[in-house]
Each structure stands twice: as structure tokens, then as C-alpha cells.
Nanobody, 122 residues
Framework: VQLQAFGGGSVQAGGSLRLSCAAS????????MGWFRQAPGKEREFVAH????????DYADSVKGRFTISRDNAKNTVYLQMNSLKPEDTAVYYC????????????????WGQGTQVTVSS
């Protein structure tokens, strides 16, 4: 599975961005999709993920109520709508995929795209 993320940029605190991730896999709906991020000097951390149908989602506590993950299986694309952005959201954001056979776990993602930079200024 090849993944390519788009939509990063610079925004002021309180602003919004929408990230997109396009997958090459025709069986896109056989994969759960996730977003992770890595800030400078920190380890990569989970942000949100969504199951194959879009019926189940899960978020890190730090983004609950501000970020929304969604997917369009017809377009092989997953989205991350980020509202009320904070400077601490600054990071490189990565999309990831895991086959449904691996369950729906934050820890089982094994396909990764290149990152897209999100910078939030105060």
C-alpha cells in the first residue's frame, strides 16, 4: 500500500487545516487508516484512526473535540480535519494503514506514507 499525504501548512493558533491521504490500494476498504504525528525531539504519537467502514473512530485525548477523521472509500482517501489548532499541534503528520486482518489497534499500523508538515504559530 502506497500512501501520500497532502494539506499541511502554516496557520495561526485557532485556525484550521484539512489533511488528506490518498492510497494506491484498490482494496482500500480492507484497511483501517490512521494519522500519527511527530514533533521535533519527540517520538511519533497516535492522533486518530478510523476502521474500514468509517463506523468506528478513535482519537488521542489531546485532539478529541478538535480533530475529525473521515474517509471516502470511493476515492481511496482518508482525511483529518483539524480545528482550533494549537502551537503544540506543530509536527510532521503521517498517515498509515493496517489491514483489517490485524484488527483495529493503534499499535498495528505497518504501512506509512511520507509526512506533511503542520506548523501552528501563536
Amino acid at each position: 500500500v502506497q500512501l501520500q499525504a497532502f494539506g499541511g501548512g502554516s496557520v495561526q493558533a485557532g485556525g484550521s487545516l484539512r489533511l488528506s491521504c490518498a492510497a494506491s490500494e484498490r482494496a482500500f476498504n480492507a484497511y483501517s487508516m490512521g494519522w500519527f504525528r511527530q514533533a521535533p525531539g519527540k517520538e511519533r504519537e497516535f492522533v486518530a484512526h478510523i476502521n474500514w467502514s468509517g463506523g468506528s473512530t478513535d482519537y488521542a485525548d489531546s485532539v478529541k473535540g478538535r480533530f475529525t477523521i473521515s474517509r471516502d472509500n470511493a476515492k481511496n482517501t482518508v482525511y483529518l480535519q483539524m480545528n482550533s489548532l494549537k502551537p503544540e499541534d506543530t509536527a510532521v503528520y503521517y498517515c498509515a494503514a493496517q489491514h483489517v486482518g490485524r484488527g483495529f489497534s493503534r499499535d498495528n499500523y505497518n504501512y506509512w506514507g511520507q509526512g506533511t508538515q503542520v506548523t501552528v504559530s501563536s
